[in-house]
């Protein structure tokens, strides 16, 4: 569990930066499609047959007549009371959560948490009913463990796949990014200017000629 919180962990403080990586690459220059992870079952169709199977173990059970003392069976009590609310209150709205998008790490890992500790709370009732409850009781118990366990097992390789390919989608942003600043802008081609449209010349007015006088004729004396 330490372990692949770790991992989750990880990727989830990754994925605040892929962010900005994206929108830097795409304003350079369209980025190469990116990879998805591959479509897998639902968190709740991964869980949903050993939760069925453990609520129908917990109404087939009488942990008030085991065998045992007063304090283990108070304690057993609360245990059972505990697996029944997490069933019925707390679980269905986290894997609705997680439903709604499976391939976020942060919205599947609070129902993952939750199954380690109803697993947890159940491996006790499962102890005491070993040593102190009727076979039919403590197998019925031990084939319900066995199934969370699986289906657990499940949900985590699950957020361990999505981890591991939304690390590989960070890793192909940051190198498109590289190979982005890497490449020189191309300089683009100046057009040259249109050539200035030539005027053309009006013809000058033909200058009109001045009109001739006639010629004065002084008359002869008589």
């Given at each position: 569990m330490?372990?692949?919180?770790?991992?989750?962990?990880?990727?989830?403080?990754l994925?605040?930066?892929?962010?900005?990586?994206?929108?830097?690459?795409?304003s350079a220059?369209?980025?190469?499609p990116?990879s998805?992870?591959?479509?897998?079952?639902?968190?709740?169709?991964i869980?949903?047959?050993?939760l069925d199977?453990?609520?129908?173990?917990?109404?087939?059970?009488h942990p008030?007549?085991?065998?045992t003392?007063?304090t283990v069976n108070?304690e057993?009590l609360?245990?059972?009371a505990s697996?029944?609310?997490?069933?019925?209150?707390?679980?269905p709205?986290l894997?609705?959560v997680a439903d709604a998008?499976p391939?976020?790490?942060?919205q599947?890992?609070?129902?993952?948490?939750n199954?380690?500790?109803l697993?947890?709370v159940?491996l006790?009732?499962?102890?005491?009913?070993t040593l102190?409850?009727?076979t039919?009781?403590?197998n019925?118990?031990?084939?319900?463990l066995?199934?969370?366990e699986?289906?657990r097992?499940?949900?985590g390789?699950?957020?361990?796949?999505?981890?591991?390919?939304e690390?590989?989608?960070?890793?192909?942003?940051?190198?498109?990014?590289?190979?982005?600043q890497?490449t020189p802008t191309?300089?683009?081609?100046?057009?040259?200017?249109?050539p200035?449209?030539?005027?053309?010349r009006k013809p000058?007015?033909?200058?009109?000629?001045?009109p001739t006088t006639?010629?004065?004729?002084?008359?002869s004396p008589?």
């Open positions: 330490t372990r692949l919180s770790s991992a989750l962990l990880f990727v989830t403080m994925a605040a930066p892929c962010a900005t990586l994206a929108a830097q690459a795409t220059q369209t980025p190469a990116i998805r992870p591959p479509a897998a079952p639902l968190p709740s169709v869980l949903q047959p050993a199977n453990l609520q129908q173990t917990l109404a087939f059970i008030d007549r085991w065998k003392s007063a108070q057993t609360g245990n059972i697996i029944q609310t997490d069933l019925k209150t707390t679980l709205p894997l609705t998008n391939s976020s790490i942060a599947t890992l609070p129902a993952y948490r199954i380690e500790a697993y947890d159940l006790r009732v499962t102890e005491v009913a102190a409850a009727p039919p009781q403590s019925a118990l031990k084939q319900s066995e199934s969370l699986r289906s097992r499940d949900l390789d699950r957020l361990q796949s999505v981890a591991l390919t690390n590989q989608r960070l890793h192909d942003l940051q190198s498109q990014l590289r190979t982005t890497s191309p300089t683009p081609a100046v057009c040259p200017p249109p200035a449209p030539v005027k053309k000058r007015p033909k200058p009109t000629p001045k006639p010629a004065t004729t002084t008359p008589q």
